[in-house]
């Protein structure tokens, strides 16, 4: 018995956005049992044709330079880990090649009909964007190269191996980054914003790992008394940034869908307040000098939440129930942590603030994924079935 087939009728105007012609090749995939229509240009044949030379001709390039640096500097063996060792060339070459080709492709992507994202991104946001990836990029090459260094003690190369092992790293980190450059959209900046700040956290309190940092506070970790406090309040910053970058990008496109509401204006002004706040708590840190700033501050932090979280059912279009009970119960959870904190002395400092912490960075992080989906919402087709 034959079976039946289904008919998608695709609306006039998802065609024009899309380009689509009469013969345009483009399949039907199940995602979480939600039918997609996908051009058939997926993000694995991103790499076919002239895009895969620039990663392989730009670290065969770099090699050769490192080559035949060795050889000027008559290196004829090169350590895997340490000063002027090959850790250090992988790790500041990848990061610069990737950076450079990362920014490169991104302007490129400005001028694609198709990338939707590159064309909404202001241009005051573009070093915000680049510099996240290339902090990103550094961080897994130190993390990488000290696991190696840990996995291969004491091991060192000849120059041409040390050159080798570099143009491989070098095709591996431009291709990534080339990539991330052409799919770069709402979801992976957010994606990117998490791993910036949690990563930035979680490497100031392994520096500071033997100065019981948690017995004072979390904002101890941006003092002068912690061992790398900058890096701290640096994380502070520069997360801020992303994400104005990312609240800047998602109201643009916003816009083409819902008209420019009042109530649009003030979650775009509180979101925008909260990440300019989050930036002036690593700008004023909790030193002697700068702590009456850094409480102001950090209330106003609190205060931010606080009015997003509440104002949440009236200022966000189309906010669900399922939404709203998420929200007013981690609005209750950071009211229940505050009284066993400040009342009955359950939680420490320390312990109040990284619960507090974790809750309200995550909920911004879901309402960015809410204001996201309404710029995804799609226009309704028609599905018919042949005999």
């Not at 909404?120 to 993390?143: D, H, Q």
């Not at 300019?276 to 501050?297: C, K, R, W």
């Not at 974790?358 to 309404?374: H, K, P």
Request: hydrophobic share 55%; proline share 2%; charged share 10%.
């Amino acid at each position: 018995m034959r079976e039946k087939d289904f008919q998608l009728n695709i609306p006039a105007e998802i065609g024009e956005q899309l380009q689509l012609r009469q013969n345009t090749p483009v399949k039907l995939v199940v995602k979480r049992n939600r039918l997609v229509v996908q051009l058939e240009e997926p993000r694995q044949q991103l790499f076919q044709g002239r895009v895969f030379l620039w990663p392989v001709l730009t670290a065969l390039l770099v090699s050769l330079g490192f080559y035949i640096f060795c050889l000027q500097q008559n290196l004829k063996t090169i350590r895997l880990v340490g000063d002027y060792s090959l850790a250090t060339a992988i790790i500041v070459l990848g990061v610069v090649m990737g950076t450079a080709l990362f920014a490169g492709f991104f302007i490129r992507g400005r001028h694609d009909p198709e990338n939707h994202f590159s064309q909404n991104v202001y241009w005051r946001n573009f070093p915000v964007i680049v510099l996240s990836f290339a902090l990103i990029l550094g961080l897994l090459l130190t993390g990488s190269m000290w696991l190696l260094g840990v996995l291969f003690k004491g091991a060192s190369f000849g120059n041409v191996t040390a050159s080798i092992i570099l143009f491989a790293f070098g095709v591996v980190t431009n291709a990534v980054m080339i990539y991330f450059a052409l799919v770069v959209d709402a979801g992976v900046l957010s994606t990117v914003l998490l791993l910036v700040i949690i990563s930035g956290v979680i490497i100031a309190m392994a520096v500071n790992n033997q100065k019981y940092w948690w017995q004072h506070n979390l904002s101890f970790l941006g003092t002068n008394g912690a061992s790398s406090g900058w890096q701290f309040n640096a994380t502070l910053i520069f997360s801020a940034l992303l994400m104005i970058a990312l609240i800047d990008y998602l109201f643009v496109r916003l816009q083409e869908s819902w008209p420019q509401t009042r109530r649009l204006l003030v979650l775009r002004g509180l979101l925008t307040l909260t990440a300019i706040d989050l930036g002036l708590v690593g700008v004023f840190p909790n030193n002697i000098s700068s702590h009456a700033l850094h409480d102001q501050v950090s209330v106003f932090l609190v205060y931010f939440i606080i009015a997003l979280i509440v104002g949440v059912r009236w200022l966000l279009p189309q906010v669900t129930q399922d939404f709203l009970y998420l929200s007013y119960g981690i609005g209750a959870a950071l009211v229940v942590a505050a009284v066993l904190f400040q009342v009955v002395g359950y939680f420490s400092l320390t312990a109040f603030e990284m619960i507090a912490f974790v809750l309200a960075f995550g909920w911004i992080l879901m309402l960015l994924d809410r204001i996201e989906a309404l710029i995804n919402v799609g226009t309704e087709g028609l599905i018919t079935r042949q005999e």
